[in-house]
T-cell receptor
Framework: AQKVTQAQTEISVVEKEDVTLDCVYE???????LFWYKQPPSGELVFLIR??????QNEISGRYSWNFQKSTSSFNFTITASQVVDSAVYFC?????????????FGTGTQLKVEL | DSGVTQTPKHLITATGQRVTLRCSPR?????VYWYQQSLDQGLQFLIQ???????AKGNILERFSAQQFPDLHSELNLSSLELGDSALYFC?????????????FGPGTRLTVL
């Protein structure tokens, strides 16, 4: 069975601080895909990044960066120089080919609050 | 804007009633997914359709059913509603059904059962 754990329920930082959101996943599949989504207070789910299991290259997009480590089954997300607009709930999710479909298994989310 | 549309945005109804939630996928996407987000269960996968056929099923109650029509829009039907069905229901779409396909989510329908 697939499982995603986001141990940090809530994180509060002051603007311009760096913050890392942790994500640990479990799967027996050798091929899998990892995702991060952002849910701002307005409620929609916004796609941020997708990573596949055979590509451990870290990725940077502006102030966002992702660290994928298969050895520790982790896919952590760092926001550099956080801003108030980054305040949201962030979800890590896992997808595997098992079962023939493409369902996402989500973690419980991390609420990030960025204050002035 | 993801390109996925959902109607209605809000729905308030009573226990025992039946409602239909509607979703239009992004242009060109063949796969549609339904998810439920509630405080106690978090984000849970309900069901997936690909080009009109059911592809995968999650923890979907027997009181719930879905279908995807020839024009690729999808409907989620919830019947004999209970207080615990109050949640945010998301539809998502992707071009194909493989695990690598990114799912883009609609704005959701907030269902309140009184």
């Amino acid at each position: 069975a697939q499982k995603v754990t986001q141990a940090q329920t809530e994180i509060s930082v002051v603007e311009k601080e760096d913050v890392t959101l942790d994500c640990v996943y479990e799967t027996r599949d050798t091929t899998y895909y990892l995702f991060w989504y952002k849910q701002p207070p307005s409620g929609e789910l916004v796609f941020l990044i997708r990573r596949n299991s055979f590509d451990e290259q870290n990725e940077i997009s502006g102030r966002y960066s992702w660290n994928f480590q298969k050895s520790t089954s982790s896919f952590n997300f760092t926001i550099t120089a956080s801003q108030v607009v980054d305040s949201a709930v962030y979800f890590c999710a896992l997808s595997t080919p098992t079962g023939g479909g493409n369902k996402l298994t989500f973690g419980t989310g991390t609420q990030l609050k960025v204050e002035l | 804007d993801s390109g996925v549309t959902q109607t209605p945005k809000h729905l308030i109804t009573a226990t025992g009633q039946r409602v239909t939630l509607r979703c239009s996928p992004r242009s060109g996407d063949l796969s549609v997914y339904w998810y439920q987000q509630s405080l106690d269960q978090g984000l849970q996968f309900l069901i997936q359709y690909y080009n009109g056929e059911e592809r995968a099923k999650g923890n979907i109650l027997e009181r719930f059913s879905a279908q995807q029509f020839p024009d690729l829009h999808s409907e989620l039907n919830l019947s004999s509603l209970e207080l615990g069905d109050s949640a945010l229901y998301f539809c998502a779409s992707s071009p194909r059904t493989s695990g690598s396909a990114t799912q883009y989510f609609g704005p959701g329908t907030r269902l309140t059962v009184l």
